[in-house]
Structures are given as C-alpha cells and as structure tokens.
C-alpha cells in the first residue's frame, strides 16, 4: 500500500521568502509528526498532530515556524521569513493511534531545504 | 548533556563481521527503544523496537535494553553489504497531549565491505 509521502522532495529557496512543505499520511493513520534533521544529526521533532489539532508543539524552534493539518489528513509545514539555518531535511511521519500500546511511526522521504 | 548520546562513527567492517552499535540515555521516562535504518536521501524504517528491559532478536539482528544503565544496543550478525546504512537509535515515553514523540540519537554510519 502507500506510505508516507511528501513533496516537494527538494526546495531551494532564498533567504526571507516563505515555504510550505507538503506531507500526505498513510490512510487512516491519526497521528502524524513533522521532523527536522539537520546534517549529520538525527531527526529531532517540532510538532505532533491528533486528528486536525496540534496536541504537542513543543519543538517549533520559534514562531516562524507553524503547521495545520484542517481535514485531519494532509498536513503542512509553513516557514515564515526562512534563514540560511532552517536548512535541513523535513521528515513527516504518522501512525495509528492505540492508547497505551506502541504505535509505530512511518517516515516519508522528507523534503530537502536549501535556504541560500 | 543531549538526552540520547550515538557515537556518530563512521564504522566499517569487512562482510561476515559482527557488528555491535549502542547508546545511552539519561531520561529515565522513556519507554520504548527503537533502531531504525536510514538509507541515504530516504526516511527512517523500523528495525526494531523493545519495550522496558530484556532482549529481542529478529534474524540477524538483536536489540538489548539495560534500563538500569540507560544503555541500548543492536548487534548485526553475518553483516552484509546491503547492511551499509545509517542506524539511529530512538526513544520515546508518553508525554504532552499524548505525544509519542521520538528522541533521537545522531545516528552511526556503518559500511560494510565485501
């Protein structure tokens, strides 16, 4: 079946402009996570969506960054003002949500930042 | 002091080898453990993940977890050349609004030589 997908898989853009990052989750999956990895390091995560709220926002790193998620499926990541250090690689991933059991999460190929 | 510490490597091994990666950790609220791999320009997948202590073992691959030291590791063995990728180390425990967040580790780069 399909995974998670995302595009654009690469964006170049200019410092100042203003990006959207597109991620399309798995059918049925409820919870969905925006991921950024910078060069060399792990995925550290910025934001948690249940359904269409955002129920954990505690990695944005500033409020340049913002996501919705309106229909409760599709999800995108908005950078306002971009700066040469929002360069990275933008991982979506999303599961299905059981309660207490584990719920593992599916990554999209990420879209690719250049910021120059 | 970063919650989840990964020797970035790189590590390289000839074919056949046993590989053995590991982290520690230093949030005891975390729960599960996982590994994932990364291919390059491609997103994580699951290897494998425990849940608390003990071991687990898929084919050629074993996880340990050690909660009394904060201490995991993956063992690889018969390691092949389509085992060259990045492994990261990832954790998580129940947090705000029912988050599952992962904490990752910086990832170690293995290549495997034939």
């Known amino acids: 079946g399909a995974g998670v997908s995302q595009t654009p898989s690469n964006k170049v853009t200019e410092k100042g402009k203003y990006v959207e990052l597109r991620c399309d989750p798995i059918?049925?999956?409820?919870?969905l996570y925006w991921y950024r990895q910078s060069l060399g390091q792990g995925p550290e995560f910025l934001i948690y969506?249940?359904?269409?709220?955002?129920?954990?926002d505690s990695g944005l790193p500033n409020d340049r960054f913002f996501a919705v998620r309106p229909e409760g499926s599709v999800s995108t990541l908005k950078i306002q003002r971009t700066e040469r250090g929002d360069s990275a690689v933008y991982l979506c991933?999303?599961?299905?949500?059981?309660?207490?059991?584990?719920?593992?999460?599916?990554f999209g190929p990420g879209t690719r930042l250049t910021v120059l | 002091q970063k919650e989840v510490e990964q020797d970035p490597g790189p590590l390289s091994v000839p074919e056949g080898a046993i590989v053995s990666l590991n982290c520690t950790y230093s949030?005891?609220?975390?729960?599960?453990f996982m590994w994932y791999r990364q291919y390059s320009r491609k997103g994580p997948e699951l290897l494998m993940y425990?849940?608390?202590?003990g071991n687990k073992e898929d084919g050629r691959f074993t996880a340990q977890v050690d909660k009394s030291s904060k201490y995991i590791s993956l063992f690889i063995r018969d390691s092949q050349p389509s085992d060259s990728a990045t492994y990261l180390c990832?954790?998580?425990?129940?947090?705000?609004?029912?988050?599952?967040?992962?904490?990752f580790g910086k990832g170690t780069k293995l290549t495997v030589n034939p």
């Open positions: 991933a999303s599961s299905s949500y059981g309660g207490g059991a584990y719920n593992e999460q599916f």
């Open positions: 059918s049925g999956h409820t919870a």
């Open positions: 969506f249940q359904g269409t709220g955002a129920a954990d």
């Open positions: 949030n005891s609220a975390f729960q599960y």
């Open positions: 425990t849940y608390s202590s």
């Open positions: 990832a954790m998580s425990g129940r947090t705000q609004g029912g988050s599952e967040k992962l904490v």
